[in-house]
């Protein structure tokens, strides 16, 4: 069946500095999404990319989807202190019926301020 | 318009007991799937519903059940709990096409089984 996999499983950053976390799926998908969760809470969803080779940003954050459509990244620049929490991308495949997307195990990330 | 609604939030169970979690997604959708995330782990997908069928079942055994009603709120049951059941069992609603086939969770419900 179709595998969602993510790296690093955890990254630990300064505040300031860099972040990304990477998807990578076995199967071409026809969508990817994005979710956070901070500590103690639940996945809030964050973007979705469609298009081969889209590029999203949101403030801060800028989320890719691989011209392939197997991959994507969410990149954070300047991270801060509420960037805190897991990452997780989610993934449906193109040949998956009814919907069903399958998550990556998230990243999770610190910032030490 | 109000968001996944689960219930109990917070549960203690003895082993060998079971459990009925309910699930009321947002107003107007018709999917609803279960996940369960243990510390450490990630989203371990469970079961989906839409319009009362199952649609999707994820590797779990069978103690793990689940049911959809006519108005889309969903039910999920675990019998003869093991210690290893305790997680965070969420629920995530999804509205179609329309809605770009986004997932809305709800907050969870805590179940600790001693």
């Known amino acids: 069946g179709q595998q969602v996999m993510q790296i690093p499983q955890y990254q630990h950053v300064q505040e300031g500095e860099d972040f990304t976390t990477y998807c990578n799926s076995s199967t071409t998908l026809s969508n990817i999404q994005w979710y956070k969760q901070r500590p103690g809470g639940h996945p809030v969803f964050l973007i979705q990319?469609?298009?081969?080779?889209e590029v999203k940003k949101q403030k801060r954050l800028t989320f890719q989807f691989g011209e392939a459509k197997k991959n994507s990244s969410l990149h954070i620049t300047a991270t801060q202190t509420t960037d805190v929490g897991t990452y997780f991308c989610?993934?449906?495949?193109?040949?998956?019926?009814?919907?069903?997307?399958?998550f990556g195990d998230g990243t999770t990330l610190t910032v030490k301020p | 318009k109000a968001g996944v609604t689960q219930t109990p939030r917070y549960l203690i169970k003895t082993r060998g007991q079971q459990v009925t979690l309910s699930c009321s997604p947002i107003s107007g959708h018709r999917s609803v799937s279960w996940y369960q995330q243990t510390p450490g782990q990630g989203l371990q997908f469970l079961f989906e519903y839409f319009s009362e069928t199952q649609r999707n079942k994820g590797n779990f055994p069978g103690r793990f059940s689940g049911r959809q009603f006519s108005n889309s709120r969903s039910e999920m049951n675990v019998s003869t709990l093991e210690l290893g059941d305790s997680a965070l069992y969420l629920c995530?609603?999804?509205?179609?096409?329309?809605?770009?086939?986004?997932?809305?969770f709800g907050e969870g419900s805590w179940l600790t089984v001693v």
């Open positions: 989610a993934g449906k495949s193109r040949v998956t019926n009814a919907g069903k997307s399958t």
């Open positions: 990319l469609v298009k081969s080779g």
């Open positions: 995530a609603s999804r509205g179609g096409t329309g809605d770009g086939n986004t997932i809305y």
